[in-house]
């Protein structure tokens, strides 16, 4: 039976009031990153370290080719600012605003996850960008491992955790593909992977591989860009398409590979071996937030796998 209309807009209400006081404590933790908490730097050298960031071309540093450089994303091209941060003595904007806090917020309101789930727990933070939501982590797990494709940001992440003392997190310069090795393997109690599912050319492969370095009990915190249809579908963009900014600027986004519907993610991660899972669209944002646990290891498909030997 369908959940009456009444029922749904008192659910939505609440979900709604939980998320925004959980972004007003969460927001409280991250305002402890100042310069007045800096650890083994000045305040002076730490704001000139960053702002100096800020519009760099870094094209020798990521490795491109001059034939590769025409096709590669803006982002990785020039050096943007991921989240908003006060850092006390200056302020920076993010492209992201302040995704880093209302994500995990959400996450917390819509799923049967607490802050208490994160103590004493080692969290894979995927995609950390300039490292916002790894110092946001860092706050709450013991340990926090986060890895960015992208040298210049996950040289940041790195900066910042090391700037404001978090010896409990380690930040490495390398793809979610890099992580199909056996050091990988039940190492993680939560797998946080937001914003970065839809820009991967196999989602598949990179959902099975979080599923292998997750411990058994662990779970996954999954976020995209999504298709607001019932059917299990993917909308297949490419990096050809772009939804805003202008290439002078070096600032368009795009660059997003398949966007699948709530249906086709709950389905993906099914495949890649979760179970408990859970979907939420959130209208507002046209974004889908995913739930999984890992009950057991548990094989899967290898028929027409890009990595047939993966565990």
């Known amino acids: 039976m369908g959940l009456s209309r009444k029922w749904r807009a008192t659910a939505q209400f609440a979900s709604a009031t939980t998320a925004n006081e959980m972004h007003a404590t969460l927001g409280k933790i991250f305002a402890t990153y100042t310069t007045a908490n800096l650890h083994g730097v000045s305040p002076q050298d730490f704001a000139k370290s960053?702002?100096?960031?800020?519009?760099?071309?870094?094209?020798?540093?990521e490795d491109y080719s001059a034939d590769e450089l025409e096709r590669q994303r803006d982002l990785s091209i020039r050096y943007h600012w991921g989240h908003n941060h006060d850092f006390g003595s200056f302020q920076l904007e993010g492209r992201m605003g302040d995704r880093h806090i209302r994500l995990l917020a959400n996450f917390i309101a819509f799923f049967p996850v607490s802050l208490d789930d994160f103590t004493n727990k080692c969290v894979f933070d995927i995609g950390c960008w300039t490292g916002g939501t790894t110092l946001l982590l860092a706050s709450?797990?013991?340990?926090?491992?986060?890895?960015?494709?992208?040298?210049?940001?996950?040289?940041?992440?790195?900066?910042?955790?090391?700037s404001f003392g978090r010896s409990?997190?380690?930040?490495?310069?390398?793809?979610?593909?890099?992580?199909?090795?056996?050091?990988f393997y039940d190492q993680f109690d939560i797998a946080y992977f937001p914003g970065v599912i839809y820009h991967l050319s196999d989602p598949l492969l990179a959902l099975r591989i979080i599923f292998n370095s997750l411990k058994v009990g662990g779970f996954i915190l999954v976020e995209s860009a999504g298709v607001n249809v019932e059917d299990p579908y993917c909308r297949f963009d490419g990096s050809l398409i772009y939804s805003s900014g202008h290439r002078g600027s070096l600032?368009?986004?795009g660059w997003n590979w398949f966007v699948p519907s709530p249906s086709a993610l709950h389905r993906m991660m099914k495949e890649a071996g979760f179970d408990d899972?859970?979907?939420?669209?959130?209208?507002?944002?046209?974004?889908?937030?995913g739930f999984g646990r890992k009950l057991s290891q548990v094989g899967m498909c290898k028929a027409g796998l890009s990595v047939p030997n993966i565990r």
């Open 251 to 253: 600032n368009r986004s």
């Open 50 to 61: 960053i702002q100096s960031r800020i519009g760099a071309i870094n094209i020798h540093g």
């Open 140 to 162: 709450l797990a013991s340990k926090v491992y986060a890895i960015e494709e992208v040298k210049m940001y996950a040289e940041t992440a790195s900066f910042l955790s090391q």
């Open 277 to 289: 899972i859970r979907m939420q669209w959130h209208q507002e944002a046209n974004r889908i937030y």
């Open 168 to 183: 409990n997190v380690s930040v490495e310069p390398i793809s979610i593909y890099s992580c199909n090795s056996e050091r």
